[in-house]
């Protein structure tokens, strides 16, 4: 891919940026272009279908990512953090099943206690489907399993960032 833009890049240049042409729609570069999408459709590459991740594989990650919480004296605020943000990130991602980049934009007004205090209620606006700017609402319960329940790692992520001097009352969630 590298050697792609780069070689677009000198076309680019030689093409000069500052001309009264636009140089993207040089025929050079059409002409490019056309030669290395009929080169990448020409390979022998069958697309393959994604591997669901099922519950018992799950577990492994976010045991790694607790190990590396439960040795983290070592680590700089920035890296623990990261560790609590990224594992929490994934385990909510789990039990929603929605796609991560709503999830990653997920603001902080978007998520709310539930009263009884025992889960949460996440309301994401769709942005990459047809029904942009609805919502799409999940509500957390606790799970049995408390080292992958979602309502666990989101009250751990609170509590840390809390702790850390993170402000969760504007902006992006995670």
């Known amino acids: 891919m590298d050697s792609i833009i780069g070689k677009l890049r000198a076309i680019y240049n030689r093409l000069g940026r500052f001309g009264h042409v636009n ?3 040089h025929s050079l570069i059409k002409e490019y272009l056309k030669f290395t999408t009929e080169e990448q459709a020409g390979l022998a590459v069958t697309p393959k279908q994604a591997v669901p991740l ?6 492994s990650p976010i045991g790694h990512f607790r190990k590396k919480m ?3 004296a070592s680590l700089s605020l920035v890296s623990k953090y990261i560790l609590v943000r990224d594992a929490t990130f994934f385990v909510v991602d789990f039990f929603t099943g ?6 990653g934009r997920l603001s902080c007004n978007q998520v709310f206690r539930l009263r ?7 309301r994401l606006s769709l ?23 979602p309502v666990v790692w989101l009250d751990y992520y609170v509590r840390a960032c809390q702790a850390l ?6 902006g992006y969630f995670f």
């Open 23 to 25: 140089p993207v729609s």
């Open 116 to 122: 009884d205090q025992k889960g949460f209620l996440i």
């Open 98 to 103: 929605d796609r991560a980049s709503d999830l």
């Open 54 to 59: 099922f519950f018992t594989k799950f577990k």
């Open 127 to 149: 942005t990459k489907t047809v029904r942009r700017g609805s919502l799409r609402e999940f509500v957390l319960v606790p799970f049995r399993d408390p080292d992958v329940c």
């Open 165 to 170: 001097g993170v402000s969760l009352s504007g």
């Open 70 to 72: 439960a040795a983290s």
